[in-house]
């Protein structure tokens, strides 16, 4: 099992952790967040927390219970942009995203996804097949996107939310970079559909949310989905010169649970690698955030 988290990332830092929140540096903006798995103590005291920060989120009544993401607020303590922009550079792979103070805590990056972004540019690149077509589903801001894009991949990127999908178009272009494919869609209704075309990607990358709904008000739950998806991907997935992605990050499902359902669903592969995607804060504290098993065929 692989234990893996960004490194050397300039733009971002985990400072601090604990007390059930998280203080993240963000290009040049440090943000205090609700974090529920934080459930040690902080290190730096209140006070330096207070120093540090340029906002903080207070989070609405029903923050934390299943299915229920109730919007706060951000409390301004320094002056600094609603929107501004970060870079991610890893070797040859860099991008640009744009980050925002959304009504749900969000900012528009899960960083803790880095090395997944690392991972499918590698993995792109190393793909025989020329301009091979990659499908990023739920796909939010479109940083796994860019990752893919940069590596030359032909990528459609959806997600059931019009405004995230601008989003995503803005770091594309952000980026200086262009021809990736946008769809509004249920995830679910649309491999579905490509399955029945017989269309094949060269790669899939998913990254699907506990509670969800598509924008004709498809219901998505993942403890209920997750296995109908897997084995519609597992139809438009090509048999050779391929790769997969498939990364959890609620209902407190293990590693184990992410590797077990995706051999169950495609049996052998290779180079298959599983394990859990965390922060580490500057006094060595890690946070975990995610799950994640990934292979080749
Ligand atoms: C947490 S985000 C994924 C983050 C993304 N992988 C990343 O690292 O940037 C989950 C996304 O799933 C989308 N979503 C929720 N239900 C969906 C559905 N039924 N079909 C497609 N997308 C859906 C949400 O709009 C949200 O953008």
New binding site residues.
């Given amino acids: 099992m692989l234990l893996l988290s960004p490194e050397n990332w300039n733009d971002y830092a985990l400072i601090d952790s604990g007390g059930f929140e998280k203080l993240e540096r963000f290009g040049g903006y440090v943000l205090a967040r609700p974090e529920p798995k934080a459930v040690w103590g902080k290190t730096l005291p209140p006070e330096e927390w207070q120093r540090q920060m340029h906002t903080s989120y207070t989070a609405g009544a029903g923050f934390g219970k299943a299915g229920k993401e109730d919007s706060g607020a951000w409390n301004r303590l320094k002056t600094m942009p609603g929107q501004w922009i970060i870079h991610y550079r890893k070797g040859a792979l860099q991008f640009r995203l744009r980050l925002g103070l959304t009504a749900f805590k969000h900012v528009g990056?899960?960083p803790e996804?880095a090395p997944n972004w690392d991972y499918i540019y590698t993995a792109v690149r190393a793909l025989e097949t020329p301009q091979p077509k990659i499908l990023n589903?739920?796909?939010?801001?479109?940083?796994?996107s860019l990752a893919a894009r940069a590596a030359g991949g032909d990528v459609t990127h959806?997600?059931?939310?019009r405004q995230?999908v601008t989003w995503a178009r803005d770091n594309m272009e952000t980026s200086g970079q262009g021809g990736i494919r946008w769809v509004v869609?249920?995830?679910?209704k649309f491999v579905r559909r490509e399955a029945k075309r017989g269309n094949r990607y060269r790669g899939i990358i998913l990254?699907?949310?506990a509670y969800?709904?598509?924008p004709a008000g498809?219901k998505?739950k993942l403890d209920e989905c997750l296995l109908d998806i897997l084995q519609e991907c597992k139809k438009i997935l090509a048999p050779q010169d391929s790769f997969f992605v498939l990364?959890l990050?609620s209902n407190g499902f293990s590693a184990l649970v992410a590797d077990t359902i995706v051999t169950n669903v495609f049996g052998k592969t290779r180079d298959k690698e599983f394990g859990e995607l965390f922060l580490c804060d500057a006094f060595g504290k890690r946070l975990p955030l995610s799950v994640f098993t990934r292979f080749k065929l």
């Fill in positions: 990056v899960f996804q589903l739920f796909a939010y801001t479109g940083a796994a959806l997600d059931a939310v995230v869609e249920d995830a679910l990254d699907p949310p969800g709904h598509g498809e998505w990364n990050y």
